[in-house]
């Protein structure tokens, strides 16, 4: 498995994963630009507030991502039950 360390809002991690490097650094890409996104539209909120900001975005992204599924999981059962 490989190891990363990546600087990512000025914290320097260490981490192993079985992601490649490509799907890291997309990740690390994403995670600034919506860090970025939000403090351009706050005003003087210090980075924690802001870090816990995004991890409350990216939760709410992957849980309706997981309904989202779950809906087309549901209706593709739906399509493929012999009536």
């Known amino acids: 498995m ?5 600087n990512v809002l000025g914290l320097e991690i260490r981490f ?6 490509a799907r890291v650094q997309a990740a690390k890409s994403h995670l600034e ?3 970025n996104q ?3 539209s ?3 909120i210090n980075k924690e507030i802001l870090l816990t900001v995004l991890a409350l975005s990216l939760a709410d992204d992957y849980l309706q991502a997981k309904r ?4 087309i999981e549901a209706k593709l059962g739906s399509l493929l ?3």
């Open 33 to 35: 630009d919506l860090f």
């Open 16 to 21: 192993r994963t079985d992601a490649d490097e």
């Open 81 to 83: 039950t012999i009536k």
């Open 2 to 6: 490989p190891q990363y360390t990546l």
């Open 42 to 44: 706050g005003k003087n």
């Open 68 to 71: 989202d599924l779950r809906d």
């Open 38 to 40: 939000i403090a351009q």
